[in-house]
């Protein structure tokens, strides 16, 4: 079940990208001229989501696949491209409304139905795949894992998603964060060591049928994120 600390992050996510970060998101996932420092982060994520998408099946025809957290949709197309069913769903109605413009003219064998919701709705239904690119990496550990075993329930192949990872970097920005809060910053990272996850995750009832496969980090810059992979055994 989702605890307080999940609820109250999900309302700064919201606010954040619905009311703060709208301009410099679209920006950032688009190919306009960035600074350096931007370009880094475009790059990084770039890598990430072809890091994610390289675990899922080449040929997605007949799947089923939720994007959870899917932002400005970039990774959902993609996989509809491939062939894929893809239920889209973010908290944040701007970067829907975003992702839905960028799909218009789709060409694959697939489709992408985007909404606005919590990526925990029941109501989505089953997938064969799920990706979730650093929608939870604001999201304290445990949280994490309850996150992840809510979504096993309704997954038949597999689940692949990111997490901040415990470098010193990571951590001094964190703590920089908690010192000098900003009310136009993003929500703050929760980075959290591998062994310690996978030691959290093998614990999670929910998750009792999956087990850890690949991970992978992407470090370009100021992007830093860990892929992992979760398979049914």
């Not at 072809?50 to 939720?66: E, F």
């Not at 999956?210 to 992992?228: C, L, V």
Request: proline share 4%.
């Amino acid at each position: 079940m989702p605890t307080a600390t999940y609820a109250a992050r999900k309302g700064e996510l919201e606010t954040y990208f619905d009311r703060t970060a709208v301009e410099a998101w679209s920006r950032l996932t688009s190919d306009a001229p960035v600074g350096r420092i931007r370009a880094t982060v475009r790059a990084g994520r770039d890598a990430m989501r072809a890091t994610l998408l390289g675990w899922l099946p080449l040929d997605l025809r007949g799947r089923r696949v939720l994007d959870a957290g899917c932002g400005t949709g970039a990774a959902a197309l993609e996989a509809a491209r491939r062939g894929a069913d893809v239920v889209a769903i973010d908290l944040s109605a701007t970067l829907v409304d975003l992702a839905r413009e960028r799909g218009q003219g789709l060409a694959g064998a697939g489709s992408v139905t985007f909404l606005v919701g919590d990526m925990l709705d029941p109501a989505l239904g089953g997938f064969d795949h799920v990706i979730a690119m650093d929608s939870l990496i604001h999201y304290g550990k445990h949280d994490v894992a309850r996150v992840l075993g809510g979504l096993a329930q309704r997954t038949s192949g597999s689940i692949v998603f990111t997490f901040a990872p415990r470098t010193p970097l990571l951590t001094a920005f964190w703590a920089v964060g908690r010192v000098f809060p900003r009310a136009d910053r993003a929500p703050a990272l929760e980075p959290v060591a591998e062994a310690d996850l996978r030691a959290i995750l093998g614990r999670a009832e929910a998750l009792r049928a999956f087990a850890p496969n690949r991970t992978q980090r992407i470090a370009s810059g100021f992007y830093t994120s860990q892929a992992m992979e979760l398979v049914r055994r």
